[in-house]
């Protein structure tokens, strides 16, 4: 069963920098689409999930969100079955709660990050709160 498991959220002031990690267990399969997400308060439908950035693991092709390119970076420690979201000169816009997903197997992320529903497992989330 898989199982994913983020962590790293807090409180910032607006310019700050935050780490979230994600850390996954579980796979059948070698190579996997992971992403990242998130809900802002408000937002209850999971239609309103928003993606921030994705990364396939074969390859490590990554694909950012225009409202985060530049500041956000997606990576991976496959040794330690991790994918991590750096965040820098955070605003404001970026509080929400962000979540972990994984599509497993896969061949590619590309259709994933065109069709969130592609994305077989979820995390629980870890909320991100910048102040100004």
């Known amino acids: 069963q898989v199982q994913l498991v983020e962590s790293g959220g807090g409180s910032v002031q607006a310019g700050g920098s935050l780490r979230l990690s994600c850390t996954a267990s579980?796979?059948?399969?070698?190579?996997?689409?992971m992403g990242w997400f998130r809900q802002a308060v408000g937002n209850e439908s999971e239609r309103e999930r928003e993606?921030?950035?994705?990364?396939?693991?074969?390859?490590?092709?990554?694909y950012y969100a225009d409202s985060v390119k530049g500041r956000f970076s997606i990576s991976l420690d496959d040794a330690k079955n991790k994918v991590y979201l750096q965040m820098n000169n955070l605003k404001p816009e970026d509080t929400a709660m962000y979540y972990c997903?994984?599509?497993?197997?896969?061949?590619?992320?590309?259709?994933?990050?065109?069709?969130?529903?592609?994305?077989?497992?979820w995390g629980q989330g870890t909320q991100v709160t910048v102040s100004s």
């Open positions: 579980g796979y059948t399969y070698s190579k996997q689409c």
């Open positions: 997903a994984v599509r497993s197997p896969a061949s590619g992320c590309y259709n994933s990050w065109l069709n969130r529903n592609r994305f077989d497992d």
């Open positions: 993606r921030v950035a994705a990364i396939y693991t074969g390859s490590g092709q990554t």
